[in-house]
């Protein structure tokens, strides 16, 4: 023991480098030396993060200081497959990856499976896991593709992916860090956010992911010091043969964050369930939260359609018990509390970013707002003069449930329905209210009685559907053991009552936590409640969604003193009314449309071109295909008024990709077709089914499943596909797609470097005629089913960086320039043997011109060449027509 001790001291001292001058060397935290760790002192020295270069990335700019001023260990080696495989065997993942040899470092793996390492880690070693999550989910090779309700305490000491700048302060001493900047890049902890041209303290990255969850991935060969990421966004479903990943142990005190909007945060409020998961329980993406952060307080509002960001509402009064409208457009709060006998207001505000549309009741006293439509359709708010203890029959009855009218901003004039405080809820039709604090009474068709025994209960919430249930918690009362059969804590139990008052089920809150502010979710699907999760010291860290047909608790938001959640679901959106679309088809809401299982990077850019397919297939004439180069590099709104143009290319998008979009979506439903313009990319012609998202991920994806189960509906587009394919939750930075017919145009233009080098084998030819044979089936398939139907095709060939002729590649994955005019040959061969099929070469061997200012990188058209390139296009077809 003594000597591995020793032997973790001499790593320190040896790595000195890394460290500031002076103070104590700190033993490793754990017991054995099975990994080799490199101690980093804080020190008043900062790190930078970024870079000030004109031209950088948006989230690679500016240049932040960053001071770390305590204490870190961190792996001196990248984890090894070896090391990988002992700590993750077949009791965490079932089916254990093939990550490689041994003694290489792991790659192939997700940012989830390096968390679970982490944590599995710590367990070995007696350490506290900093990762918590209710549920992971891995795919068919073993790989971790989700942790929901993921959230990490850096406050925890414990194993744990290195932030972005603990990894730097590392990595900046270059001949320190043995192999920071070899092949594999490797995850870190933080969200992806912006930087800030000022100095950070203890910075621990962004407080919460951006709208597609980009996670940042540090180093490798060819890496700078500031780059954070590859050429797509990496999601932490990612894995790929160059990502890995290394360790760090060490408490972060007082961690700094910056939001989204570039906002420093100390006590960020994480959202740690997404939109996606929600919608196993509410079948929408239409869904808002609002509840009261105690830390700052005020109101917290989250809109799930709209890249989740937590948006702080300022307000000069106390607020408590919101309570959202039932359209969703607004909140009703109120200055005071539950249990608290004093006087309140009730307020009225819009659900957005501004102080606006604030009204306030004009009454004497008014607490506890719950909006209600009643069934004439008109909206009220049901409120009461004071919510304080309900156990005293004076002291009820000093009290009074009113109801007021709310239309056009504005409060009507308010009317008495009872005396006593039924402040837990008023079914619309008048006939049932009930009450808590400090026993459960109800008052049913005018006639006041007192549920549970009259036991203590609390935190009562009437349902707003027809079933009239009531949700309370207790405190561990005769009656509620005797219905669970078990003893139990204070608050650790969920109950639901029928109309009547009868138990019927009960919700268990997991060990070390109990249950706070449990609500009714309003809106289309009435099985839900939104709670609070105190933890064992009584702080309440989590918002939950507990589903009471499974009893299943999700993790919604995470948080220092999270306080009366409120969350809305809209009622379900209307139906096609087109008269081209099959009637009387009865779509499973679980699987139609549904074409996103984890939000990756692909699956939401696929997911979103799956809403062009069936938003333009009865009006579009012209349809383009390939991958991100023509994603970005031909605009649909530039082509003449006579076409109508949707763009259905796609990032990581190949020949395969195509060939499935024509075969199955395109040429069996678009009935007004008349041109395909399909991306040929010889430096990708290596890319076969076997490299196909339609290969590796669509089958896995219910929407797609469903579609091939019906034959991909060729005998008739059923109704409300589209409908359901919009209301499925996606990334909503990318509603570009169907704003702009499918294009995402990049703005930033540069010039062609003059330094280049590609990406993939060079000589991929030379082994691969097998697969450049099976791409150019795909191509001369879709050229001649277009032709059975008078639909011409035209292949098109995007520019690259011309740079890439000096080192003998066609581009940027590769390709001998020597080798490009015999597949050249055999496309033009396809031109002469195809009267509807043009070959449009727009690259020709990097003697093109598309000049300076027209790039956006080495093989991507920013918007000035894209408008080149498109008009060109429009030219052609005019030919063609």
Aim: net charge negative; hydrophobic share 35%; charged share 25%.
């Amino acid at each position: 023991m003594i000597f591995k001790l020793f032997g973790a001291i001499v790593f320190a001292v040896f790595f000195a480098g890394c460290q500031s001058d002076g103070g104590p060397t700190e033993a490793l935290p754990y017991s054995g030396m099975q990994r080799q760790m490199l101690l980093v002192e804080g020190s008043k020295d900062t790190v930078i993060l970024g870079t000030n270069k004109n031209g950088a990335k948006i989230d690679e700019s500016p240049e932040m200081e960053v001071l770390l001023d305590y204490d870190y260990w961190v792996d001196v080696h990248k984890v090894t497959c070896g090391e990988f495989k002992s700590v993750i065997d077949e009791s965490v993942v079932e089916n254990r990856i093939d990550c490689g040899p041994d003694s290489l470092p792991v790659v192939n793996v997700t940012f989830f499976d390096a968390v679970l390492f982490a944590n599995e880690k710590s367990k070995t070693e007696n350490l506290d896991t900093v990762y918590e999550y209710s549920s992971a989910e891995f795919d068919k090779d073993g790989r971790c593709v989700n942790l929901a309700g993921l959230s990490f305490h850096l406050n925890r000491k414990g194993f744990r992916l290195p932030t972005e700048a603990e990894w730097v302060k590392v990595a900046s001493q270059k001949d320190k860090c043995l192999d920071c900047f070899e092949r594999e890049k490797e995850y870190v902890n933080d969200y992806k956010g912006i930087f800030k041209n000022e100095v950070m303290i203890n910075y621990a990255g962004a407080s919460s992911t951006n709208d597609v969850d980009e996670r940042i991935i540090k180093g490798g060969a060819s890496s700078s010091l500031y780059s954070r990421g590859g050429t797509y966004p990496v999601s932490p479903s990612t894995y790929d043969d160059y990502i890995g990943f290394r360790l760090a142990i060490g408490v972060i005190p007082d961690a700094a964050f910056l939001d989204q909007g570039g906002k420093i945060v100390n006590s960020p409020v994480k959202v740690v369930s997404s939109v996606l998961k929600l919608w196993d329980y509410t079948k929408t993406s239409k869904v808002k939260l609002v509840f009261k952060n105690e830390a700052t307080g005020n109101l917290n509002y989250i809109d799930y359609d709209n890249e989740s960001k937590v948006v702080e509402l300022v307000d000069s009064v106390p607020a408590y018990h919101p309570d959202i409208s039932p359209d969703g457009s607004k909140v009703a709060y109120c200055t005071g509390i539950e249990g608290l006998d004093r006087k309140s207001q009730v307020y009225v505000r819009n659900l957005d970013d501004g102080n606006s549309g604030i009204v306030k009741l004009d009454v004497e006293s008014a607490a506890i707002p719950r909006w209600n439509v009643l069934e004439n359709g008109d909206t009220v708010i049901t409120y009461v003069t004071g919510a304080g203890n309900n156990s005293s029959e004076n002291s009820f009855k000093s009290m009074s449930t009113w109801q007021v009218p709310f239309a056009n901003g504005k409060f009507g004039k308010p009317v008495k329905l009872f005396d006593g405080s039924y402040h837990g809820g008023v079914s619309e039709d008048g006939r049932l209210a009930v009450t808590g604090a400090k026993i459960l009474r109800a008052n049913v068709n005018g006639k006041e009685t007192v549920w549970y025994n009259g036991e203590q209960s609390c935190n009562v919430s009437l349902s707003r559907d027809f079933s009239k249930r009531t949700s309370f918690l207790d405190f561990h009362s005769a009656t509620g053991e005797k219905f669970v059969g078990d003893k139990y804590k204070v608050h650790e139990i969920l109950f639901v009552a029928d109309s009547t008052g009868k138990l019927i089920q009960y919700v268990k809150a997991p060990y070390g936590y109990a249950f706070d502010h449990p609500e009714w979710v309003t809106g289309r699907v009435n099985q839900n409640i939104v709670a609070t999760f105190t933890n064992s010291d009584g702080a309440h860290s989590k918002i939950v969604l507990v589903h009471l047909p499974d009893s299943s608790i999700t993790y919604l938001v995470e948080g220092d003193e999270l306080w009366h959640p409120s969350l809305w679901v809209r009622e379900s959106a209307s139906s096609s009314s087109s008269e081209s679309v099959m009637k009387n088809v009865l779509l499973d809401e679980d699987s139609a449309g549904f074409y996103v299982k984890d939000n990756e990077f692909q699956e939401a850019h696929w997911s979103y071109k799956m809403e062009l397919v069936w938003t333009y297939w009865d009006s579009a004439d012209v349809v383009i295909l390939g991958s991100s180069r023509p994603q970005h590099g031909i605009i649909p709104a530039l082509f003449s008024d006579q076409f109508s143009v949707v763009n259905l290319a796609s990032a990581h998008g190949c020949m395969h990709s195509s060939y499935y979009m024509a075969l199955n979506y395109v040429l069996p439903h678009y009935k007004k077709l008349k041109y395909i313009i399909i991306e040929i990319a010889l430096d990708r012609l290596w890319l076969t089914k076997q490299n196909s998202f339609f290969n590796l991920r669509s089958q896995n994806i219910k929407g797609y499943v469903y579609d091939a189960n019906h034959d991909f509906w060729k005998s008739g587009i059923p109704e409300g596909l589209k409908e359901m394919t919009h209301e499925v939750p996606k990334v909503s930075s990318y509603a570009a797609n169907l704003t702009g017919r499918g294009a995402m145009p990049l703005n930033s233009c540069g010039n062609w470097r003059s330094s280049v080098y590609a990406e993939r084998d060079t000589a991929w030819l030379d082994t691969g005629r097998v697969r450049l044979e099976e791409t150019l089936l795909y191509l001369t398939e879709i050229i001649e089913l277009a032709g059975q139907k008078g639909i011409k095709v035209i292949g098109v060939e995007m520019p690259q960086n011309p740079n890439y002729k000096n080192v003998n590649a066609y581009g940027k994955y590769g390709l001998r320039n020597s080798d490009a005019p015999e597949i050249i040959e055999q496309i033009e061969s396809l031109a002469k043997k195809y009267s509807n099929f043009t070959f449009f070469d727009q690259h020709k061997m990097g003697k093109h011109d598309y000049l300076k200012g027209m790039n956006y990188d080495d093989d991507h058209l920013c918007r000035a060449g894209a408008e080149q390139i498109t008009h060109r296009l429009d030219s052609l077809l005019k030919t063609l027509d």
